[in-house]
């Protein structure tokens, strides 16, 4: 056995990881190949997980959603990472766009929005990078402009998750370019009832070949006064807030990947013979492995602490940041080593370990790269 129980793990999480786990398999494996030449999944893939119940699933059942807690969203993040599906956008939709409106939503804008990311009638996205700015998003360009009581959005977005599909995009824009940090807001874009919003190529990707990343352009885009998330300025301070849970969410997921990853190399190495043995006889093997399922065990340790933390309110900010930055580096590490072990077989696309590999390098780039983290842990210091 190479994964280990969490201590958050509970009866209540055992069945809905058993329904993931079909759900994955039935609905998402078998179109794997099919997804990377469209690179997008259907469209009906999120209302059949919205009918099962695996959408917004640590949403307040008063807005939709599922009731659960953070635990409940790591679990399906663990399960479609196991599956080895890696075009279901899910993460940003549930982990991210759902949890801002939750946040700084009105009353009224919660009840809106969220029974439609709950059910999965609505796709949701948020845009923050564009082609001049990643890292460093105070050098933001896109503006909202006052317009009698509403706003008129102007700019363009750049590799943005579920962008071709996103009925409801959460816009990151300059209110007030004078002020840095301090003049930016979030602003909700509905793409059916916004015109001027269009949407440019889903960009093509060394990994990750079914899942939609988009460039999303914003041509004097009015909005009503409603589309505001919270107050204006706000911006900047909001999405310092939800970073511990967004970086969590990929540290989860790096995790199970990386046991997944060991699981698939253990089985190949138990099967496949040279020079007259299984590979697993070679006393490298049995130490390449034994390395890998270490570095599993400690990172599978740290994000558990971390995931308990995240549920009782009291991950930080560094805190998350380590956590991000080391799972996805052992990642990259263990599944690269994993690759090895399968000889030439570990560089075909067919096998799920070459899919592993490409899929993994993205983890150490989105959600604030690495030396971004780095640079948060080193200021904590
Ligand atoms: C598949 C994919 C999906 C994505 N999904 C989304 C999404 O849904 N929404 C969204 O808004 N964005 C998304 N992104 C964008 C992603 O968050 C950015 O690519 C990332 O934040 C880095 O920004 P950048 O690409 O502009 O790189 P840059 O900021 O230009 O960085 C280039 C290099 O410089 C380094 N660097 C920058 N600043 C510093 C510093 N201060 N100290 C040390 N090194 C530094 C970086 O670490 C990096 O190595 C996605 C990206 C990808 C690839």
Redesign the pocket.
């Given at each position: 056995m190479t994964a280990r129980r969490s201590p958050w793990m509970t009866e209540d999480l055992d069945q809905l990881r058993s329904l993931a786990r079909t759900f994955f398999a039935k609905e998402a494996v078998p179109h794997q190949e099919r997804w990377a030449e469209r690179k997008q999944v259907d469209r009906e893939f999120w209302t059949k997980a919205g009918e099962l119940g695996l959408l917004c699933l640590s949403v307040p059942e008063e807005y939709g959603g599922g009731g659960g807690t953070f635990a409940h969203e790591a679990v399906l993040l663990e399960e479609q990472a196991r599956s080895g599906d890696s075009a279901w956008g899910g993460s940003?939709h549930n982990g991210i766009v759902a949890h801002y409106l939750l946040a700084y939503g009105s009353e009224e804008q919660k009840h809106e929005w969220l029974p439609k990311l709950a059910s999965g009638e609505h796709v949701g996205?948020?845009?923050?990078?564009e082609p001049g700015?990643?890292?460093?998003l105070q050098g933001i360009t896109t503006r909202a402009r006052r317009d009698g009581d509403g706003y008129v959005l102007s700019g363009s977005?750049t590799?943005?998750?579920n962008g071709a599909q996103a009925d409801l995009v959460i816009v990151a824009a300059k209110t007030d370019p004078e002020k840095g940090a301090a003049g930016i807001s979030l602003l909700v874009v509905e793409a059916a009832r916004a015109e001027g919003f269009r949407r440019g190529r889903v960009l093509d990707?060394l990994g990750?070949k079914g899942?939609d990343?988009s460039e999303l352009f914003f041509d004097d885009v009015r909005l009503p006064a409603s589309a505001l998330l919270g107050g204006e300025g706000q911006g900047f301070v909001q999405l310092m807030r939800q970073l511990p849970q967004e970086r969590l969410v990929i540290a989860v997921s790096s995790v199970a990947g990386i046991e997944a990853a060991l699981e698939l190399t253990l089985d190949y190495v138990k099967q496949r013979s040279a020079f007259g043995r299984e590979l697993i006889k070679f006393q490298n093997t049995r130490f390449t492995l034994a390395e890998c399922a270490t570095e599993a065990r400690v990172a599978r340790a740290f994000v558990d602490e971390c995931v308990g933390l995240h549920l009782r309110g009291e991950l930080d900010v560094p805190t998350a940041a380590m956590a991000k930055w080391w799972s996805t580096e052992r990642l990259c590490r263990v599944v690269d080593e994993c690759v090895q072990l399968f000889g030439g077989y570990g560089y075909m696309t067919e096998y799920p370990i070459a899919r592993a590999w490409a899929d993994a390098r993205?983890q150490k780039?989105?959600?604030?790269?690495?030396?971004?983290m780095k640079?948060i842990i080193a200021r904590s210091l």
């Open positions: 940003v996205a948020i845009a923050m990078s700015a990643g890292s460093d977005k590799f943005i998750s990707k990750l899942q990343t993205v780039i989105y959600g604030g790269t690495n030396e971004i640079e």
